[in-house]
């Protein structure tokens, strides 16, 4: 029945149909957020959390939330700036990393779980944003913590 109809019209009958789906875009390093693009520059200038925290208004979570958009945005590759309160940073930044390296499952419990809880979940996420920053500039796995030391 179709197939006469074709023929009697002209048509194909052997014919692909376009996707109806829209096509989904690749995901974008910047933020949609205006807040969040509107802390780039205290983070640039080298204010702690809690600098950009009080002179935002924000809560600290919140902007660990910013610090992220901004270390992704930027492709920030060196975490010492926002790893507070810790003596020797460049150890710091090498034991979690070496944690990392040895679960690609590309989650943060196993990591956290493997460094025995001592480490915040924020400074994981600031150490491996900028390790992953490092890998896709084509650097090598090197932490920066090593090259600084080296």
């Known amino acids: ?25 690749p995901k974008s390093n910047l933020p949609t957020n205006a807040n969040s693009i509107a802390t780039f520059g205290l983070f640039r200038s080298g204010k702690s959390i809690d600098e950009v925290a009080a002179q935002t208004g924000k809560a600290r979570a919140t902007v660990m939330g910013y610090l992220t958009d901004y270390i992704k945005a930027d492709r920030v590759v060196d975490p010492r700036p926002w790893l507070e309160n810790v003596d020797d940073r460049d150890a710091y930044i090498a034991q979690i990393e070496s ?15 493997a460094l025995q809880g001592q480490v915040p979940y924020d400074t994981l996420r600031i150490v491996l944003e900028c390790q992953r920053n490092r890998l896709q500039q084509g650097e090598p796995r090197q932490s920066v913590a090593q090259a600084h030391l080296s």
């Open 1 to 25: 029945m179709i197939r006469d109809y074709c023929q009697k019209q002209g048509l194909s009958t052997n014919v692909a149909v376009a996707s109806t789906r829209p096509v989904a875009q």
């Open 99 to 113: 944690a990392a390296q040895k679960d690609d499952s590309g989650r943060l419990k196993p990591i956290f779980e």
